[in-house]
């Protein structure tokens, strides 16, 4: 009883969640119109109506008289990303005939913002769908965003302080509507710069909305095949890289310069771990570039620069053939991806926060094993001493979240092995897992629509995974097998 209790609150919720998407993702129908693609009408109009009959119909079951417990609104959360890859699927089978897996790995791909894509031709796609694309990840990136910003009041320690003053205790966005309409303002306002900075380098206002929808985001799609390279615009490339850096960076910052008008940059610590990462990163690919496949040091750096950048974003633009660099320069870049960018942003992989937690924690447990029983070693976060329990449970909480990713990256690496095409190494094979877990999409090859099913489910179920950040996921499925405690 308590089972259909939890799961009619967790479809409630869900339907709830469905009736607001549903008109948001009316938007590509306006592109049918002004391209006149009359025969994407229906498979577009699909979408907004399925979640639209969907929402109304769950939102009619009965809710547990407690409310929402923390562990339905994400058993909610990780079903609607799903549900979201299904139903977005739907104008590609329509609309270019793609198979249902395929459809559903596009839609994941798009929810999620990653730059892996099972389209054969996308330079003969309709302009519907191709935008479709674009916007999936422009939503996704906001929705993401919002997910952690809803669950700041009830989680980690970090996480409750995602939108808070340094020097204030009390919270600036106590309501998570108030925080929505901010992010919104944000969100858009970084759009429209975006596209401003994008059209500066000539391209059109079509080629420049797309691009900018996918670089804010941290998605990665494009329009053409040839991705990035196609354009052979070095200007592209290096505006491009301010552009993904500022949706890898905790939006925070931009909550603070909107409501109190100052900028403080490298006050955050995020902030100074992703750009000291980004810089010493850059200079081992240009090292490994130079020494390794004899590029020239000018095309190095930019190669270096802009791979990095996208890496540590999770971005998934695309300058060079990896199968072209050397095994421990793909390792490398592997382990920017599978660090990724800002809690609070809209980047994947497992955030930097978890990086300089884990740093200060193992600092901690060191320090306390040079010093008597009874001396009491301080931990400290962004200047406050946190009590021990708190400091153990949330240092617990955190390595759980990177101990698990490793795992399922390598539980996933070895079922792609299973059946993975001959051509590719180990290496290639194990960096696209990480790529897909941190939502990332550089490709060396492996990803393309004549791979074998079950290794696209694998890719699909590991984006899944990796974009809500593991927990989401293993309490459904938990949910699921044992039922609510």
């Known amino acids: 009883m308590r089972r259909l209790e939890h799961l009619s609150t ?9 009736t607001f998407i549903a008109p948001v993702t009316c938007l590509p129908l306006l592109v049918c119109i002004i391209f006149s693609e009359w025969e994407m009408l229906l498979p577009m109009a699909t979408v907004p109506a399925v979640f ?23 058993c909610s959360v990780a079903l609607f990303w799903f549900a979201c890859a299904v139903v977005s699927g739907i104008p590609f089978m329509l609309g270019l005939h793609m198979s249902f897996t395929d459809a559903v790995f596009e ?18 796609a309709p302009y519907t769908l191709l935008f479709w694309r674009s916007y999936m990840q422009w939503i996704g990136g906001i929705g993401i965003i919002a997910f952690t910003v809803a669950l700041a009041s009830s989680t980690g320690l970090f996480r409750s302080r995602i939108f808070r003053d340094e020097s204030r205790d009390e919270s600036l966005m106590p309501a998570v509507a108030a925080a929505g309409r901010s992010l919104w303002k944000i969100y858009a306002v970084l759009t429209f710069c975006a596209i401003g900075l994008i059209l500066f380098t000539g391209l059109s206002l079509w080629e420049s909305v797309n691009l900018a929808l996918s670089a804010i985001s941290t998605g990665g799609f494009t329009l053409h095949a040839g991705g990035i390279l196609f354009y052979d615009s070095v200007v592209l490339q290096l505006l491009l890289i301010p552009i993904m850096i500022a949706g890898a960076l905790p939006f925070k910052l931009y909550f603070l310069i909107l409501e109190h008008r100052r900028l403080s940059l490298f006050g955050d610590e995020q902030v100074r771990i992703f750009f000291l990462l980004l810089l010493a990163g850059t200079a081992v690919l240009v090292y490994d570039l130079v020494l390794f496949s004899d590029t020239g040091l000018p095309a190095a750096v930019l190669q270096g620069l802009f791979m990095a950048a996208s890496a540590l974003t999770t971005t998934g633009f695309q300058t060079v053939n990896l199968q072209t660099w050397a095994g421990v320069t793909i390792l490398f870049l592997a382990m920017l991806t599978f660090i990724g960018g800002a809690a609070g942003s809209t980047a994947g992989g497992i955030k930097l926060d978890r990086i300089a ?4 924690a193992l600092l901690w447990w060191f320090r306390r094993f040079f010093v008597s029983g009874k001396v009491l070693v301080p931990f400290r976060v962004e200047g406050r001493v946190i009590p021990r329990d708190t400091a153990e449970l949330e240092t617990a909480k955190n390595m759980l979240v990177i101990l698990l990713s490793v795992i399922i990256i390598f539980v996933a690496s070895l079922a792609v092995l299973q059946y993975h ?14 790529s897909a877990f941190s939502t990332c999409g550089i490709n060396t090859g492996y990803i393309m629509p004549d791979m074998p099913v079950i290794s696209k489910w694998i890719f699909i179920l590991v984006m899944w995974i990796g974009r809500l950040e593991v927990i989401p996921v293993i309490i459904l499925f938990l949910s699921l097998v044992r039922g609510p405690e």
């Open 10 to 18: 967790t479809l409630a919720d869900l339907g709830d969640i469905f």
């Open 52 to 74: 639209l009959v969907a929402g109304l119909f769950f939102r009619q079951l009965p809710r547990s008289a407690k409310g929402s417990r923390l562990s339905m609104a994400m």
């Open 107 to 124: 839609g994941m791909a798009g929810w999620t913002g990653t730059a892996f894509s099972m389209i054969r031709s996308v330079d003969t």
């Open 357 to 360: 937690f884990g740093v200060r």
């Open 421 to 434: 095409l001959t051509t590719f190494s180990l290496t290639e094979i194990v960096f696209q897992v990480v």
